[in-house]
């Protein structure tokens, strides 16, 4: 395993703003990130793929600890996850809570699994709530009793020659640039990068789209409901 200097120490926003931050689903973050203007609309999200493996509406949110891997072919030396354990302390350096994000390299074909129960406890025990992977994954009751969310592209039976090529460097999953400590947010609709420099900023614009989203579902609802109702809500007009 190669580690580098793109593992950077994180000590990450206050508790109380992810508290804030998961009591909205990924679109509406989505959504209030835009407000701020500090990247293009079409960046920062998950393309269409990545599912929820061990429950149906999981939220999984944490700074990112990457790996990439390989499951295709034999590594060049040793052969199982429990050989490559240098990796244990460049973790401890990002902020808490973590979330395992793992690249395949086989072309994201998932041909082995890269986590089941065994290494899902192990990232569990360093500070992962959860995993984000454009791989396999497998032992999904297993894994779902221990109350640890899997994202993954498939599930696979087998590990084959599942192994780290390198920890702590910038990876993309389904077509999302994540880096070491990156702030991200998973749900069923796929996952969004938060920038940290807007983060404490981001529940309020979120809790201001809600109650607009709801003015305007309340009144389609309404029987006065009306095309100029309509108009006026959408505008933002009181």
């Known amino acids: 395993m190669q580690l580098t200097n793109s593992v950077r120490t994180s ?4 508790a109380e703003t992810l508290d804030d931050i998961r009591q909205f689903d990924t679109c ?27 429950e149906p509406f999981p939220r999984l949110l944490g ?17 199982a996850y429990a050989e490559r354990t240098d990796w244990y302390g460049e973790i401890e350096r990002l902020a808490k ?10 072309n994201g074909r998932g041909l082995g699994s890269s986590v089941g129960e065994v ?8 500070g992962c709530g959860g995993v984000i992977s454009d791989g396999a994954v497998r032992d999904v009751p297993a894994v779902a009793a221990m109350g ?11 590990h084959s020659y599942a192994h780290v090529v390198d920890y702590g460097k910038p990876v993309k999953i389904f077509g999302l640039e994540i880096r070491p400590g990156d ?4 749900d069923c ?31 389609c609802r309404s029987p006065e409901f009306s095309a100029e109702r309509l108009r006026t809500a959408l505008r933002g007009d009181s």
């Open 11 to 14: 000590r990450g926003v206050p």
């Open 28 to 54: 509406t973050i989505a959504n209030a990130i835009e407000g701020f203007g500090v990247r293009l609309r079409n960046e920062g999200f998950t393309l269409p793929g990545l599912r929820p493996v061990t």
């Open 63 to 79: 700074y990112a600890a990457t790996w990439r891997v390989r499951s295709g072919e034999p590594p060049m030396t040793g052969n």
């Open 97 to 106: 809570p973590r979330v395992a994000v793992i690249q395949d390299l086989d």
């Open 119 to 126: 290494h899902a406890a192990i990232l569990k025990a360093f």
């Open 148 to 158: 640890f969310p899997m994202f993954a592209r498939t599930v696979s039976v087998s």
């Open 183 to 186: 702030l991200v947010y998973a």
């Open 189 to 219: 609709h796929g996952v969004v990068s938060i920038p940290l420099e807007i983060a404490a900023d981001v529940p309020r614009r979120a809790a201001e789209i809600r109650a607009r989203e709801r003015r305007i579902l309340d009144l």
